[in-house]
């Protein structure tokens, strides 16, 4: 008897009730065992088959044509968190898809390791699009690790782009970099992009928790001795804060 017409001599019995009670009840016993037994099979082969496909090893992921499943893969494999995953995940920041190149940067970001760190800094110096530099500029602003700072500072001044320029200064204020006080003064000062002195001045003001109230519109020269007052302030200022902290970092030991 299959599983279709144990349900069908079920629904016979119930609706009909022809047979004789006893043998009723061992017909209908029957069938809904047989019926049962059908439902826990299919059942096994729909988590059987859920089971495979979620169970699908992301290292081969990456491989895919699919850009998002590769962009999947790499959240688990930084999820997973192996230092051999770093390299994989890495080899994605290359993808001809900016969106799953830039997926891949964060992917590293999360996984906070040195290794990754490592990783991030290669893309941001070596990355071609700036979309993908920027990224891994903003994820070495969440680490921890003190290569950061170094790599941070050179793209500051070396980057092409004011955006990858922007993001570093940015980076450096999170990471509360006081030793890079006196270059983002230069940058407020120098840099020849607008947006990227505003930025600089801002990261400085973040740290020391002051507003300059500096007027970017005004002309040169007034700009010029603001920028050195601010300086002074600036540099008393990270200095007492850097002081502080490692008097806190003293007490909690």
């Known amino acids: 008897m299959t599983a279709r017409q144990a349900g069908r001599t079920l629904l016979e019995c119930v609706r009909r009730g022809g047979a004789a009670p006893a043998e009723r009840r061992a017909t209908a016993r029957g069938a809904f065992e047989m019926t049962s037994r059908a439902a826990v099979a299919g059942a096994a082969v729909v988590l059987a088959a859920f089971w495979t496909a979620g169970c699908k090893d992301p290292a081969q992921g990456v491989q895919s044509s699919d850009p998002n499943e590769v962009a999947r893969s790499v959240s688990d494999l930084a999820k997973r968190g192996r230092d051999e995953d770093v390299e994989r995940i890495e080899q994605v920041t290359t993808h001809t898809d900016t969106m799953v190149a830039t997926e891949a940067v964060r992917s590293l970001g999360s996984m906070r390791r040195p290794k990754a760190v490592q990783a991030l800094s290669r893309v941001a110096a070596e990355e071609k699009r700036c979309e993908v530099r920027e990224t891994a ?98 540099m008393t200022a990270a200095a007492t804060l850097r002081q502080a902290e490692a008097r806190k970092g003293a007490a909690g030991r």
Request: charged content about 30%.
């Open 137 to 234: 500029v903003i994820e070495l602003g969440r680490q921890r690790e003190e290569p950061s700072l170094g790599m941070l500072e050179q793209i500051l001044q070396r980057d092409p782009d004011p955006r990858v320029r922007a993001a570093a200064a940015s980076s450096l204020s999170r990471l509360r970099a006081w030793d890079s006080v006196p270059l983002l003064m230069d940058v407020a000062e120098k840099d020849p992009d607008l947006m990227v002195q505003g930025r600089a001045l801002a990261a400085v003001e973040t740290m020391i928790g002051l507003k300059f109230g500096y007027e970017s519109a005004a002309p040169p020269e007034e700009r010029r001795k603001a920028i050195a007052r601010m300086r002074v302030i600036a």
